[in-house]
């Protein structure tokens, strides 16, 4: 049907919708650009270092996907030509409401038929920033048509041209959850929008119509862009069309990406808890629509090393069934995190696992913490003399018998050279000098999350069967850096909290335990002369393997930085002949050699009430000198000259107070009848000189060992000094007594 122009009755219309607008308030156009531009937020969060470099971009708006604010400068002119073209021929030409297209678009609904829509790229923006006009899937009513239309018209008096453009680009909705053309440019091109080139343009436009057709409608609607771009030039649709189709189907632009993810999402969880959001990086950002960002206490330069070095090293060890490892960095002073390794990434099947906070088996690595209280209690001195053999514990639940990772024993050795060495039974017998229960407090005191009590964990504590997280094993070795004083690590750019003024352990005994650890000369005997372990400059360093080698790790410090590796599977298998010098130890050197490249360490001042004294060793077994003659640092009040064996070949001068090693309080021996009770003996241990053991108040033996007949009864195991003061005391109780009375019958 023939269409008549009725040009008077256009104008007619025209005026009675301008009247209409008029007498409607003001809706979209009272917000300023400046406001809409300031509330702009990305569906990403940038996550900076210290410096305000990029480390990790964090998906945080699942609702939408949307990038950062770009300036209508840095839009290519294709873009900008396309969407006008698409969208709104004559939008340098009207106010906000092209009448022609008003008209035009009236008469084709009367006379059914077809024409170009008449929403200009200002009122679409006015439906984008009023959530009361924006577009149902039933298209608007005629209300918010008409409100739309006042929006467009206040928008056009208070905005320039420049701006409503550069705000449709960055608010109009794409394909799919993509908002704005970064998202857009980014997602389906790989590519910033200042790229853009006139076919990927017109795909672009060509979606602002239709964001959710087919690839073959955006294809046809692309190729119509492309004719009005370049008029007169032939274009090759088919080929457009395979282009789109690959296009749509892109997704380039990563929900998460960058060198940090794991501490980029710790952060946003601390946000999140703490009830505050990211914001700009500054005032000049966030005017400029920049995205919401976090700044750390990462260094940027040192993740990006410790990571490629971490990767590295277990790529190396990748025939040895390691695929997993985790490092951190802390500054001593402060607390401050300075780089935070969560997983091996590519190499490793669980790489969303955190493994700086994943709980773990720390192994030996609890022995320092161990050594530093037993000598801050005065039990043991760096010199004290400590059994390394065979040794058989009574605990409630039996026998518990320790070894050493070669299952060889040295025989009496020093408690510096037990710690550095790593010898596990000494270990041992210092626990049982201390106490489970004792050393867990301590532990949960440095920051240690202890799932159970000392108890629950028995002897075994000493060889870290607790789990615990490389972050907070790292920030207790920090603690012992910083002279017992104990700080919460951070990684949120924050005033630094002041460590407190009274410490967790004795600074003396902190002092002492350092100086063990950075004793090469005492680590020969496991580690040998040539060790990773050794660096040019002052280190502190402990490793520490799990049970069934499923966990291994190098913690320690400097005089500024403390550096925490571990390597396993986070599966829990088991690594392949992986030692402490060849999984961790390895990593933390290089990141300590790389954090003190231009920046030396020098070893700590020995604190007040420190004794720095010339020692002597007894002979062994062999008659030579248990120990080679050495200055050794003392609490006052605890050096003495010479350490030796008693009579008994037991070691002598350990500084204790004595003290029942076995059995345990609370013992229950049940008397085999199968084997002659004069054969069933209960072993008696203790630690001190000149002491005497009684039971049930009757003086039983002398020295450090006893052997006692049981018999049935509830009894009370005493052990007396040498003046004949009780200083300890065990309870248990025998079962068996038909056994026992038959048999001495006989």
């Known amino acids: ?17 301008a009247a209409i607008a008029c007498a409607l308030p003001v809706a979209a156009g009272a917000v300023s650009f400046d406001e809409v531009k300031r509330e702009f937020r990305p569906s990403d969060t940038a996550v900076l270092d210290r410096n305000g470099e990029l480390l990790q971009r964090v998906r945080t708006d699942a609702s939408v996907r949307r990038g950062q604010w770009v300036v209508l400068a840095d839009v290519s002119p294709a873009l900008r030509m396309a969407m006008v073209l698409s969208e709104d021929r004559r939008f340098y030409e009207h106010s906000g409401i092209d009448w022609r297209a008003v008209s035009s678009a009236a008469w084709g609904n009367l006379w059914n038929t077809r024409t170009r829509g008449a929403s200009t790229i200002t009122m679409q923006l006015s439906g984008l920033l009023d959530e009361d006009l924006r577009r149902a899937n039933s298209g ?26 550069e705000a449709y680009l960055n608010t109009v909705p794409f394909r799919g959850e993509i908002v704005g ?36 409608l955006v294809a046809q609607r692309a190729c119509e862009v492309m004719r009005a771009m370049e008029p007169g030039q032939k274009i090759d649709c088919d080929a457009l069309d395979m282009f789109t189709s690959a296009a749509v189907q892109r997704r380039a632009f990563d929900a998460t990406e960058g060198i940090a993810p794991h501490a980029a999402r710790r952060v946003l969880k601390e946000l999140r808890e703490a009830g505050e959001t990211a914001a700009p990086p500054s005032r000049q950002a966030a005017a400029a629509g920049k995205e919401a960002a976090v700044r750390t206490t990462l260094r940027a330069p040192l993740q990006r090393f410790a990571l490629a070095t971490l990767q590295r090293h277990l790529k190396e060890l990748r025939g040895r069934h390691v695929e997993d490892g985790a490092l951190v960095v802390l500054d001593n ?61 009574s605990t409630a639940s039996g026998l518990y018998i320790p070894q050493n990772y070669d299952r060889q024993f040295k025989g009496p050795v020093s408690a510096r050279t037990a710690l550095a060495a790593s010898l596990n039974v000494p270990a041992v017998r210092t626990l049982v000098m201390v106490s489970p229960e004792s050393f867990a407090r301590q532990l949960r005191a440095a920051g240690l999350p202890l799932r159970e009590s000392g108890d629950y964990y028995g002897y075994s504590l000493a060889l870290g069967s607790a789990e615990v997280s490389l972050l907070s094993l790292a920030n207790a070795y920090r603690m012992l850096a910083n002279g017992g004083r104990y700080g919460p690590p951070t990684l949120m750019a924050r005033p630094p909290v002041p460590a407190p003024a009274a410490p967790i352990l004795d600074p003396r005994a902190a002092f002492i335990v350092g100086d063990i650890l950075s004793d090469a000369n005492a680590r020969t005997r496991t580690f040998g002369l040539d060790s990773i372990l050794s660096t040019r400059f002052w280190t502190a360093v402990k490793t520490g393997t799990s049970k069934d080698m499923r966990d291994n790790w190098a913690v320690g410090w400097s005089q500024r930085y403390t550096v925490g590796v571990w390597v396993g599977n986070a599966s829990g298998a ?25 920046e030396p360490s020098r070893a700590p001042r020995p604190p007040a009430g420190l004794v720095e004294a010339q020692v002597t060793f007894g002979p062994g077994a062999d008659g030579n000198a248990l120990e080679a003659a050495r200055s050794e640092w003392f609490l006052q009040g605890t050096e003495q000259p010479l ?4 009579n008994a070949g037991t070691p002598a001068g350990a500084g204790a107070a004595p003290r ?43 020295g450090n060992s006893a052997q006692w007949l049981p018999w049935p009864g509830r009894h009370v195991i005493e052990l007396a000094d040498a003046t004949g003061k009780v200083v300890d005391q065990r309870k248990l109780e025998v079962r068996g007594a038909g056994v026992v009375a038959k048999s001495a019958r006989r």
């Open 1 to 17: 049907m023939h269409r008549p122009p009725f040009p008077a009755s256009r104008s007619r219309l025209a005026a009675a919708l």
């Open 140 to 165: 608007r009513s005629f209300t918010q048509k008409i409100g739309q239309t006042v929006a467009a018209a206040q928008l056009e008096r208070s905005w320039r041209k420049d701006q409503i453009l």
């Open 181 to 216: 053309i970064d998202a857009l440019s980014r997602t389906l091109f790989g590519k910033a929008p200042s790229g853009l080139d006139a076919r990927e343009a017109s795909v672009a436009a060509a979606l602002v119509r239709a964001p959710n057709a087919k690839p073959a």
């Open 333 to 393: 002073a402060s607390g401050e995190v300075l780089a935070w390794v969560g997983s091996s990434g590519p190499l490793s099947q669980a790489a969303e696992v955190d493994a700086v906070t994943a709980l773990r088996q720390p192994g030996s690595t609890l022995k320092p913490l161990l050594y530093a209280q037993a000598i801050a209690e005065r039990r043991l001195t760096a010199a004290s003399l400590i059994d390394d053999s065979s040794a058989q514990i």
């Open 574 to 598: 088991s690594m392949w002949d992986v030692s402490g010098t060849s999984g961790a130890a390895p990593v933390w050197a290089e990141v300590m050699r790389f954090l003190h490249a231009r």
């Open 643 to 646: 350490f030796a064996l008693d």
């Open 660 to 702: 029942i090693t076995a059995p345990a309080d609370g013992t229950f021996i049940a008397l085999d009848p199968d084997i002659p009770p004069l054969h069933q003996r209960v072993r008696f241990e203790s630690e001190g000189r000149g002491v005497q053991w009684r039971i049930d108040g009757k003086l039983f033996a002398r």
